[in-house]
């Protein structure tokens, strides 16, 4: 198992620089247009499993989650992105998990 956990975290990092080193070469655009490639990365898994009733309900109260969190607290106190999105991806799983038992997922 520390074989197999070692590859990937090796391939990982590996991978990782790079990409690092390769987007320097990459035109100023490409490189702006990568954060939007993140978020169409996420949508892409998400879509196809929107087909059971529990994900989409998950994915709704993430979203209001997100929505409360963007709109309603951070005027109050400043939240930034990456800490309210990791908030409600939390509240989300955790309403998730109480709600929909193992057998009905």
Known sequence: M???NLIAFLAWNVGTWIGVFLAFGL???????MGIALYAMFIGLLVPS???KPV???AAIAVLT?????????PFIPLSSGLSIILATIVAAGIGA???KEDQA
């Open 56 to 58: 989409i309900v998950v």
């Open 50 to 52: 929107l087909t059971r």
């Open 66 to 74: 997100q929505a409360v969190l963007y709109f309603g607290v951070s």
């Open 98 to 100: 109480l709600v929909y």
């Open 2 to 4: 520390l074989g197999l």
């Open 27 to 33: 035109p100023t655009s490409v490189q702006t247009s």
